[in-house]
């Protein structure tokens, strides 16, 4: 979701800087914002109870998180970790449902947003059932594509690290890299300049 700053701002949202690594909020918070990056990247995650990373989602400018937790009573079930240096709108909870009875067709678009969320989760459980890596690779990467404008080969530029493929779908970085090696023989990807083009 990608609200007017100049909107948030006028219902009582500030800024706030965060450093890289720094976490905005953790599992087990009360939702208390509506946070809207303005720069930066935050990456949404849990630990396993072997330590083991998985990443829910990447976001960066214009986009936001943990929204839907703002409408129910429940605490964060995921980290919220800054990826790089970054700039975060917040908006207060109670400011944030005033802002939204004023505006309704803010809520239209925020249905939309959910929708999208919701899609991607099924997309990625779809794949992440899967025991094939690649099929859990493509099923990622075609998901990131979707939001490229344009239907090109090896057009989008995968924006991520092989560490941050493997947190996303759960393989072990070296399998991300084989894997990633076998669909670059087999035409899916290209290698350029150490980014994958998809």
Do not use: W
């Not at 208390?32 to 990056?37: A, E, N």
């Not at 083991?52 to 989602?57: A, D």
């Not at 947003?113 to 990625?124: E, G």
């Amino acid at each position: 979701m990608n609200i007017d700053e100049g909107l948030l701002h006028s219902f009582g949202a500030g800024f706030r800087t965060y450093k890289k690594r720094e976490i905005i909020f953790k599992e087990g918070d009360q939702a208390q914002y509506y946070f809207q990056i303005a720069k930066g990247k935050v990456k949404l995650n849990n630990y396993n109870e072997d330590g083991k990373e998985f990443i829910h989602n990447i976001l960066g400018k214009k986009q936001s998180f943990g929204d839907p937790l703002l409408f129910l009573n429940q605490s964060y079930p995921m980290n919220a970790i800054c990826l790089e240096p970054s700039e975060i709108i917040r908006l207060p909870k109670s400011n944030f449902i005033k802002m939204l009875k004023k505006h309704p067709e803010l809520s239209l678009e925020m249905n939309a947003c959910f929708s999208q969320q919701v899609y991607y989760k099924f997309i990625m459980m779809q794949s992440l059932s899967s025991k094939k890596p690649m099929l859990r690779l493509t099923g990622l990467l075609n998901y990131l594509k979707s939001y490229h404008d344009g239907d090109c080969t090896h057009c989008f530029t995968v924006e991520l690290t092989r560490q941050q493929l493997a947190n996303l779908t759960g393989l072990r970085v070296e399998t991300v890299i084989r894997t990633l090696k076998k669909m670059e023989q087999e035409g899916d990807i290209i290698f350029k300049d150490r980014k994958i083009l998809y």
